[in-house]
């Protein structure tokens, strides 16, 4: 698993030197990538989602289009649209910005439920679907999709259906005092992102999506996934637990995890790290839970203290 660690490492470095001190959510984002899932970035403005994106894109060599969601966007907007020439008298397939390979969506909650809609056949199947011709996207493609959590003013929320769409929901939070200094050096003169190039190529990225499959997950810990989904939608406080999706995401993100650390193996300790923002996001607190400010990350910190941890076996 080298090829897949060196190229994590070498995207995870790259980007670093954009998103300076938030080496956490920047290898989340990379652990996203290498499982073709996508993202969903919840947090205030200017803390970097923006960057954080066209910094990945710039590292894998990628074409990058940005979406900026409003309310008055129609799904044409997202997809495309067929025009008719006047010169060929025939229609002709105007490509949308869903057509890229990184695809930030900004303020994606923005958008009527109509238009958000319109990526979903994109993000499940890496297709999308105009006048009933269906055109195939590039690999590697992703989307990220951005969330301001403090203004809700002429916003519809994202449904639970395009919600379980997303692999992982992170959050990039404010950066420590030492790291918001060197960001103020870095950017006296000029932006670190124009000076970023592509440390990755692009087969060597399809090269470790497709390793990290090969990566041993005993069945112990494949029971001990199951068990953690089972109590999710078990909990008293849960309207609705994760579904199915959750439990092969979970799988898959474990793989990626462990690769990137250098072993052809996963541990709980990769399943526990990474439950909170694979699994948060798939649950609905039930009514009475949320007025006692009971959330999903402390659900599931529950969940993991009280589901027992597969003990280690030797792989013959």
Not at 57 to 68: K, L, N, P, T
Not at 80 to 94: L, M
Not at 258 to 265: I, K, L, P, Q
Request: charged content about 20%.
């Amino acid at each position: 698993m080298s090829n897949v660690q060196a190229v994590a490492q070498a995207i995870c470095n790259n980007v670093e030197r954009v998103i300076i001190g938030k080496r956490g959510a920047v290898e989340l984002a990379v652990v996203g990538l290498l499982c073709q899932g996508h993202l969903l970035i919840e947090d205030v403005p200017g803390v970097g989602k923006t960057m954080l994106a066209r910094s990945l894109a710039r590292s894998i060599g990628c074409v990058f289009r940005r979406i900026q969601f409003t309310p008055d966007m129609l799904p044409s907007d997202v997809t495309g649209v067929s025009i008719f020439n006047q010169q060929t008298r025939a229609f002709e397939f105007r490509e949308g910005p869903v057509f890229a390979q990184i695809v930030l969506s900004d303020e994606i909650n923005r958008a009527t439920p109509k238009t958000q809609a319109a990526l979903l056949e994109a993000m499940e199947e890496r297709q999308v679907t105009v006048d009933g011709v269906t055109r195939p996207l590039i690999r590697p493609f992703l989307v990220l999709a951005t969330q301001n959590p403090i203004e809700y003013e002429g916003t519809f929320p994202l449904p639970e259906a395009q919600l379980d769409r997303f692999m992982l929901r992170i959050h990039l939070g404010y950066p420590a005092a030492s790291d918001e200094i060197a960001m103020l050096d870095a950017q006296q003169f000029q932006h670190p992102i124009d000076k970023i190039e592509q440390v990755v190529d692009t087969q060597e990225l399809l090269d470790a999506q497709e390793a990290i499959k090969s990566i041993h997950v005993d069945d112990k810990i494949k029971i001990y996934i199951v068990e953690l989904m089972a109590q999710t939608r078990k909990h008293p406080e849960v309207s609705l637990g994760a579904s199915p999706r959750g439990s092969l995401v979970l799988y898959r993100t474990a793989q990626a995890r462990a690769a990137m650390s250098g072993r052809d193996y996963a541990t709980p300790d990769d399943v526990k790290a990474l439950a909170s923002v694979c699994l948060a996001h798939r649950m609905i607190v039930s009514p009475s839970a949320r007025i006692k400010d009971v959330t999903a990350q402390s659900i599931l910190t529950d969940i993991l203290n009280s589901v027992p941890v597969p003990g280690a076996s030797v792989r013959r």
